[in-house]
């Protein structure tokens, strides 16, 4: 029970890729769930609490870098460790 004193706090924008600028590697150490709209999402990328969306990957689409496209959908945004 000790682990909540250890756990950084969860910024307002969090990425889960770590090219991005809002990767932040120690928040990654614990689990971390998201809530959109009362639910919880287990597919969110990327989220921003205060604009009030997350991003969640395509299932077919991808860039030219290969990689998923981003799907942003918005609501109420609740980031908490698990």
Request: net charge positive; with cysteine; hydrophobic share 30%.
């Amino acid at each position: 029970m000790n682990d909540a004193k250890t756990q950084p706090t969860l910024p307002d924008h969090l990425s889960g890729n770590p090219r991005s600028p809002h990767h932040v590697a120690e928040c990654f150490e614990h689990h971390i769930g998201i809530r959109l709209n009362g639910k919880e999402r287990f597919d969110v990328e990327e989220y921003c609490i205060s604009e009030g969306w997350v991003k969640i990957p395509s299932p077919k689409a991808l860039d030219r870098r290969g990689q998923p496209m981003l799907i942003k959908l918005k609501g109420t945004v609740e980031a908490f460790y698990k």
